[in-house]
C-alpha cells in the first residue's frame, strides 16, 4: 500500500466492483453502517474462514460457539458494560458538530484530562469543523442499543444489542467445559455481529455502529498470564503476515501500566498503516479472572475450575486476542490497491514493462493505467477467471464452460466473455483475481490453456489435465 493511498478513489472502487455499499443508499445511507456486495462478501468470509482454520479447526485446546446477540441484560450488569461502558462526547457550540472526545484531542497532538468526576479538555483544543473554542464540557453516553424483548415496551422488557462477542463465551463458559472434555489451558472462540452507537463513525468502514468481531477467550491457569498473552501476540501478528499484511506496515501498541484496565495486567494493539494513520486491528489482553469472576457472583453460579492433576480449585484467568473482521477486511483492502503504468503490446507471454502511476498524470507513450488489487491468493474473492479466447466460436465457448465448471467445484471462479481479451484482464486485475485461464483455438488442438498471473502479467501454457494441480500451487 502507498502512503499516500487515495480513500476516496479506493472506495469508489469498492462501490463500483462491488465490495462495499453504504446501507439504505437508495434512502440517503444511514451513518455507520455499510452493505458488502458480492465480492466483498466473499473477502469478510476469506477472512473469517483463514481465522477459524488458524485459531480453532488446527488447535485441540480451542473449541467454537455461535452465542446470541441479545442477552439477558444481567450479562451485562455483570461486565460492567451496563454501568460503565460510555465514551466522553463533546459538541461544538459554533457549528454543532458532535465529537469523541478522547479521539478529538489526539488528533490536535493533545490528551484528555482525566479528572475524579470525569473528563476535561485540554487548553488549546478546537473545533475541527470550524475552528471555534465553544466546547462543551466531555460528558458520558452509553455506546449500548437497547431495544426491548416482547410486546410490552416498559423497564421490565428492556434489552440490548450486544457491544462485545466476549460475554457470550463467559456465560458460555461452564457449559463449553462440560460437554468438550476440554482441560485448561483452553479457548473458546467465536466471530460474530456486534453493535456500538458510536458518537462518531468515520474513515470510511473502520468505525462503524454495527461490526464483526473475531474473538478467543484463552483460559489459563493464574500466575501463567504472561506467557500465554506473550505467546498469542507472536501467533496473531505472525497470521497477519499470513495473510498478506506485511510487517512493514504493522506495529504494536504496548500499553503503559497506567492505561491499562483495573483488571487487566497487559495489553497489546496489534495496529495497521492505514492511510488516514496508525489504527488497531486487534487488542490482546490479559484480562486475570474479572469476567468469570463477575459472572459468578452476579448469577450465582460457580466459575470454578477443578484441577484433576494438581487438585486445585481455582477460577481460570483469561487471555483474550479480539479482532475486527471489518477492520481487517478494510487493512486488506489498503494495502491490495496499487495503480500503474503498465506497457502496451508487447511479446505474447512475456512480462509487461510496468512503472508506478504518478497521481495526476497522464502515462506515457506506449503505456496503459491498470488499477490492481494484489490481495493475497487466500483473500482474494475471486480465485480464477475464465475466458473464451472469442464468444462466437460455439466451440470455444463450450470448452471453456466445462473448464470453468470443473474449477467451480473447487474455487470461486469467474467467468466472462465480453470485449476484448486486454480488456477482461483489466477487470480481474482490478478485483484482485490471482489467476486468468484463456481457452483459444490452440485448447482444441492441444488440450493446452493459457494461464496469466495477475502480478507479473505473465502468460504460459498448460495442459488441461495439469490445470488443478497448477492452481492449487499457485494460489497456495
Known amino acids: ?6 480513500m476516496e478513489k479506493l472506495a469508489s472502487l469498492c462501490k463500483r466492483r462491488g465490495f462495499i455499499f453504504q ?15 458480492p465480492l466483498g462478501a466473499e473477502l469478510k468470509r476469506n477472512v473469517r474462514n483463514a481465522w477459524w482454520t488458524n485459531v480453532v479447526q488446527r488447535r485441540e485446546n480451542v473449541v467454537g460457539i455461535d452465542a446470541s446477540i441479545i442477552m439477558h441484560p444481567r450479562v451485562w450488569e455483570a461486565s460492567g458494560h451496563l454501568g460503565g461502558f460510555a465514551d466522553p462526547m463533546v459538541d461544538c457550540r459554533a457549528c454543532k458538530k458532535r465529537y469523541k472526545a ?3 484531542c489526539e488528533e490536535q497532538g493533545l490528551k484528555l484530562i482525566r479528572t475524579d468526576g470525569g473528563f476535561q479538555l485540554p487548553a488549546g483544543v478546537k473545533c475541527q469543523a470550524c475552528g471555534s473554542e465553544e466546547l462543551t464540557e466531555p460528558r458520558a453516553f452509553n455506546l449500548m442499543f437497547k431495544t426491548f424483548v416482547g410486546p410490552v415496551q416498559d423497564d421490565s422488557a428492556v434489552a ?3 457491544p462485545e462477542t466476549a460475554q457470550g463465551i463467559f456465560a458460555d463458559y461452564a457449559n463449553v467445559l462440560a460437554t468438550s472434555r476440554q482441560k485448561v489451558p483452553f479457548g473458546i472462540a467465536q466471530v460474530g455481529k456486534a453493535f456500538r452507537n458510536e458518537i462518531n463513525p468515520k474513515n470510511y468502514t473502520f468505525r462503524s455502529r454495527e461490526f464483526e468481531q473475531m474473538e478467543l477467550e484463552f483460559f489459563v491457569k493464574p500466575g501463567t498470564d504472561k506467557e500465554w498473552h506473550d505467546y498469542w501476540v507472536a501467533e496473531r501478528m505472525a497470521w497477519y503476515e499470513s495473510i498478506g499484511l506485511p510487517a512493514a506496515s504493522l506495529g504494536q501498541d504496548v500499553y503503559a501500566k497506567e492505561d491499562l484496565a483495573h483488571y487487566a495486567s497487559a495489553c497489546v494493539d496489534i495496529t495497521y498503516r492505514f492511510p488516514f494513520g496508525v489504527q488497531e486491528l486487534e487488542g490482546i489482553a490479559a484480562r486475570g479472572c474479572f469476567d468469570l469472576s463477575r459472572h459468578q457472583e452476579f448469577s450465582g453460579k460457580s466459575m470454578e475450575y477443578f484441577d484433576q492433576e494438581t487438585n486445585e480449585k481455582y477460577i481460570p484467568h483469561v487471555v483474550e486476542p479480539s479482532a475486527g473482521v471489518d477492520r481487517v477486511a478494510l487493512a486488506l483492502l489498503c494495502e491490495a490497491y496499487a495503480e500503474e503504468w503498465v506497457q502496451k503490446g508487447g ?3 512475456a512480462a509487461s514493462q510496468t512503472l508506478p502511476a504518478e497521481p495526476g498524470k497522464m502515462p506515457p507513450d506506449g503505456f496503459e493505467a491498470r488499477a490492481v488489487m494484489r490481495f493475497h491468493p487466500s483473500m482474494a474473492p475471486v480465485k480464477v477467471a475464465v475466458f473464451p479466447l472469442v464468444k462466437n466460436k460455439p466451440e470455444l465457448v463450450a470448452r471453456a464452460r466445462e473448464i470453468f465448471t470443473a474449477l467451480q467445484q473447487r474455487w470461486n471462479c469467474a467467468w466472462d466473455m465480453t470485449g476484448a481479451i486486454g480488456r477482461r484482464y483489466r ?3 482490478e478485483i484482485g483475481t490471482p489467476l486468468a485461464v484463456t481457452v483459444d483455438f490452440d485448447t482444441l488442438e492441444n488440450g493446452t490453456v493459457t494461464l496469466r498471473d495477475r502480478d507479473t502479467m505473465l502468460q504460459e501454457r498448460v495442459p488441461v489435465a495439469e490445470l488443478a494441480v497448477t492452481l492449487d500451487t499457485k494460489l497456495a
Open 347 to 349: 511479446e505474447p507471454g
Open 160 to 162: 440490548y444489542l450486544r
Open 427 to 429: 477487470r480481474q486485475d
Open 23 to 37: 446501507s439504505s443508499e437508495i434512502y440517503g445511507g444511514i451513518n455507520g453502517f455499510w452493505d458488502y456486495g
Open 1 to 6: 500500500m502507498g502512503k499516500n493511498l487515495d
Open 102 to 104: 478522547d479521539g478529538f
